[in-house]
């Protein structure tokens, strides 16, 4: 043999070789592709994940009282502050899901100055379940530009008067997003404050996950509304299965590209089609409802699962999905034809429900009953109602599970005729 053939043998059995790898790693990437595509776990779930309990919290009935034990400022302008909170008996508090929420009711100044009202108002923990504490971050919401509209009632009165040692009235966590249990790769979404659910994730995994692979986007204008920015990088530098991307939409002067922040714009699917590998993710995101609205449409036409998608919105926003508008539509068939009526017994009213009345504690409200409200949103369970008789539809999947024989009249319509304890 030749020295020309010998090359010739070698060239060749090297050339077999790349092209069995190229032929196994093409058919790992198309089964990888057809699991994503119809919403199935990869292959490596299917081994036992890691062992992680997470059982309901016990929690506790009605509100109780928790103590002010620290304030931190989580950003550089001051507008985001940390409060952690303590049972005043000292005793362990009982954990919770990673993006649930607390609900608080307090007294606070009316917004015309005439005295003081009691106001309801839901914020999420911001960081991993520890006996110990609970923490919530809130951020101070100021006048809008213009004075049209006043600030934020609840923040506010959180900054100005919430102190170390101050108690508050506080339902057990509760919330139907949190992160589900599982060992699937993760994508973190946060928007401004939108951030506190999203923490509170990252960091129950950080303590029982550590090999879980998370990315990690948060949106804000610029370095003086980032919050948590040195816990961040901290657990970035120090786990490289964690990938933090920081996107400024409208950076300062002096923040610097690949230092301050990693994308210049807004969180959006392009950016995701850029960096995440295929994977069969799934996505968990916080922020306006703007956001909300874009993101959750976009994931879907991009092909991502339902099942892979969980969100939050802000406030009283009902963020629409396709599967979702389905249901409601189902409902709205099952419905008799024309007004339907609703009856408040305490109050001794009865009246037509249409559907231009909107909910049913919006309806009440027209009719000059009096409910008591918090979120407006279904996650306080403030307006709990007892249904003497008939049926109600939900506009959307509540936060707070009504108990039985009741309703949240804030995210509910009638199905039926109804007579309400109202």
């Given at each position: ?101 607390l609900t608080f009711r307090f007294d606070a100044p009316k917004a015309d100055g005439s005295g003081s009202e ?304 109202a």
């Open positions: 043999m030749t020295s020309l053939n010998l090359l010739l043998w070698i060239v060749l059995g090297i050339a077999l070789q790349v092209g069995l790898f190229l032929g196994i790693s093409f058919w790992q990437h198309w089964q990888s592709y057809s699991r994503l595509r119809q919403g199935l776990p990869e292959a490596a779930e299917a081994l036992p994940a890691v062992d992680v309990p997470q059982k309901e919290a016990a929690g506790w009935s009605g509100f109780r009282r928790l103590k002010v034990a620290r304030r931190v400022v989580e950003d550089s302008s001051g507008h985001i502050c940390s409060f952690y909170l303590e049972a005043e008996d000292r005793q362990p508090l009982p954990s919770f899901k990673p993006g649930q929420f009691q106001i309801t108002r839901c914020y999420s923990l911001s960081d991993a379940p520890t006996p110990e504490h609970y923490r919530i971050s809130i951020k101070r919401v100021p006048p809008a530009p213009g004075g049209i509209h006043p600030p934020g009632r609840s923040s506010n009165f959180f900054h100005d008067h919430i102190e170390v040692g101050t108690t508050l009235q506080v339902r057990a966590p509760s919330g139907h997003f949190y992160l589900e249990p599982g060992s699937s790769p993760i994508v973190l979404i946060a928007g401004g404050i939108g951030i506190t659910p999203m923490l509170s994730m990252l960091n129950w995994c950080q303590a029982h996950q550590p090999g879980r692979e998370v990315w990690f986007y948060y949106g804000v204008r610029n370095s003086r509304e980032t919050a948590f920015a040195a816990h961040l990088g901290a657990i970035a530098a120090a786990h490289p299965n964690v990938h933090l991307r920081l996107c400024f939409s409208d950076p300062l002067a002096e923040d610097q590209a690949g230092k301050d922040f990693h994308h210049h714009g807004r969180v959006d699917v392009n950016l995701f089609r850029i960096e995440l590998p295929l994977k069969p993710f799934h996505y968990y995101i916080c922020g306006p409802t703007p956001m909300m609205e874009t993101l959750v449409t976009a994931l879907e036409d991009w092909g991502v699962p339902d099942s892979h998608i969980h969100f939050e919105a802000f406030g009283p926003a009902s963020i629409k999905r396709r599967n979702a508008g389905a249901a409601i539509a189902g409902d709205a068939v099952a419905a008799p034809a024309g007004d339907i009526t609703v009856t408040f017994a305490k109050s001794g009213k009865a009246a037509q429900w249409s559907p231009q009345s909107g909910s049913l504690l919006e309806f009440a409200e027209s009719q000059g009953i009096a409910i008591d409200s918090g979120c407006r949103a279904g996650g306080c369970g403030t307006c709990q109602t007892t249904i003497r008789s008939g049926e109600v539809s939900y506009l959307q999947s509540p936060d707070c599970d009504p108990e039985p024989g009741s309703c949240l009249m804030c995210v509910c319509t009638p199905r039926t005729a109804v007579t309400l304890e």
